[in-house]
C-alpha cells in the first residue's frame, strides 16, 4: 500500500499542480505551439490506436484493475488532437478475444466505454460535440449487451450532426477476421441478390467497402500501439498493410499523453514530406492500385535439361 499511497500521492500533487491558471495557460500555450508546427507540413488523415497496458499500468502502481483501465479511458482525451486536423481516429476499445477475460472485468471495460463516451458527448459543451466530432461505434453489435448498445447508439445519433467534420470510431467489439468475414457474407448475399452483376466486378474495393468501417473512411496512414508489444493484436489487418506507418512506443496507455503523440504525427511529418518531395522530383503521384495479376506457371520458359554426374 506504501507505493500505491506514494505513487498517487505525486500524481495527486501534479494534477492539482497543472491546474493553477498560470501554469494551465503556460502549457495550453505550448501545446497549441507544437500544433502550429506539426500544421506546416502534412497531416495524416486517418490515424488508428491500440490502447494497450491499462493492466501492467494498474500492476505496477499496485492499484485495482478498475483503476488502470479507468485511468486508461482518461487518456483518450488527452490523446485525441483534431485541432492539428486529423479527420479519422480509430481505437481499438474492445476485442473479441477480450471475452475470455474473467466476467468482472468484461462489465467494467463495458461500463468505462458507454460513460466516457456519453460524458464526451452528452451535452452541447461536452467535448465531442464542441469539436464537431461524430462518433461511430465500429464492430460486431450482437455481442453487445442491449441495455450498453442502447446507450451507444443514442450516442452516435446525438453527435451525428451535419456540422460534424471528425469522426471517432470505437472498434467495439472487433477483431479484422470478423470484419473481413462479414464483408465476404455481404459480397455473398449482394451476388445472390443480384446487386454485384458478376464475381468479376468484385474487388479490393468492393471488400473495403462492406467493412464495418464503411466506404467513407479515408486510408489508414498511422496505427500506434503502446505498451512496447510488436504485435497487432487482429486489430485493421487489412487497412495498415498499404503506406501505413506502425509505431510500436514503449509507454503503456495512461503514461501515452500529448508529447507522446505528437512526436509521432512529426515524425510521420517529417518522413512524408520526404516521400512527396521523392515523388515531385520524379513526377510521380502517390496512388493507390489493385495488385497485379500475378505471372502464371504456365507462361514461365521451360525448364533446362536436366544433367547429373552422379554416374561418372
Known sequence: MGAYTRTFSINAIVALFVKFPVVAYLIGFMEDF???????????????????GNRTFAKRHRMPLKEGHFAGANA???????????????????????????KAEVDTLFGLLRDKLRMISQYDDSYARYNKVSI?????????????????EWIEDVTKTKNASKVLNVCFPYTARDEITFAIKSIVEKRVQGEIESRDKIGAKTIESNFYFGEDVPPLDILVRTSGHTRLSDFMLWQCSTDCTIEFPEALWPDFGFVSIMSILMKWSYYKTLQLEELTMRGKESEVQEAAVPVLLKALPQAPPVATVANK
Do not use: Q, W
Open 136 to 152: 461511430r461505434i465500429v464492430g460486431n453489435r450482437k455481442y453487445i449487451p442491449e441495455d450498453i448498445l442502447k446507450d451507444l
Open 34 to 52: 507544437i500544433i502550429s508546427i506539426v500544421k506546416t507540413g502534412p497531416i495524416p488523415r486517418h490515424v488508428a490506436m491500440i490502447m494497450d
Open 76 to 102: 483518450l482525451v488527452k490523446v485525441i488532437c483534431y485541432k492539428i486536423g486529423i479527420e479519422h481516429v480509430s481505437i481499438y476499445a474492445f476485442s473479441l478475444e477480450n471475452f475470455n477475460r474473467p
